[in-house]
């Protein structure tokens, strides 16, 4: 079957920095996305990676290991307004979207 | 990033009743459209996979015949819940996506459904 694991909850204070992992199982691969979700609001797009490295957008970076079946969204400097859930999804060779349960992120002062 | 809208916002409805959901893209052409839903505290459920000028496809377990896709053009889908019950009471999204490119998928703001 095909899955999408990342941690439940994280915990961080404020201009700090933290790492949320994504291990994924899928029939093929075409990306791997990141999207940000506050409660009660859809989802906003965050980052796509489908190339093995680093990818870097402001204080958010993306990650990338094909080979492993790992990502991992970085979070530098902190603010509370990024508490939020942040959503791991995988697009397969079919093109469809396979979400993760996302990582409830909770900002602390 | 493109901008994809929704309507209405909220929804609160009798039980029985059908209600329409509008998703549109705004500043491009999505030929393929999808419909989403969310229970509190809950992962992204993906109902449909809305296509132009034919018809959608259901996710397994989803009625089609109780939650109706059309998508009649190039920039809007609706979706209908027909004969709404209590328990269709959800957050129901709609994305697009951007037909070239890396194959992104934008979200509209959603819809919140109380069925009473």
């Known amino acids: 079957g095909q899955n999408i694991d990342q941690p439940t909850e994280m915990t961080a204070t404020e201009g700090a920095i933290v790492q949320i992992n994504c291990t994924y199982q899928?029939?093929?691969?075409?990306?791997l996305f990141w999207y940000q979700q506050h409660a009660g609001e859809a989802p906003t797009f965050l980052s796509y990676n489908v190339l093995d490295g680093l990818e870097e957008k402001g204080r958010f970076s993306s990650f990338l290991s094909r080979s492993k079946g790992y990502s991992y969204l970085l979070l530098k400097e902190l603010q509370m307004k990024d508490s939020a859930s942040y959503l791991c999804a995988v697009m397969d060779s079919n093109y469809q979207l396979i979400w993760g349960a996302g990582t409830k992120l909770i900002i602390k002062p | 990033g493109a901008v994809v809208s929704q309507h209405p916002s909220w929804v609160i409805c009798k039980s029985g009743t059908s209600v329409k959901i509008e998703c549109r893209s705004l500043?491009?052409?999505?030929?393929?459209m999808f419909w989403y839903r969310q229970f509190p505290k809950q992962s992204l459920m993906l109902m449909a996979t809305?296509?132009?000028?034919?018809?959608?496809?259901?996710e397994q377990g989803v009625e089609k015949d109780k939650f109706l896709i059309n998508h009649a053009s190039l920039t809007l889908s609706t979706l209908t819940v027909t004969s709404a019950h209590p328990e269709d009471s959800s957050f129901y999204i709609c994305?697009?996506?951007?037909?070239?490119?890396?194959?992104?998928?934008?979200f509209g703001p959603g819809t919140r459904l109380l069925v009473l």
């Open positions: 899928t029939s093929g691969f075409n990306g």
């Open positions: 500043d491009f052409q999505a030929t393929t």
């Open positions: 809305s296509n132009e000028g034919s018809k959608a496809t259901y």
């Open positions: 994305s697009a996506r951007i037909p070239t490119g890396q194959e992104t998928q934008y």
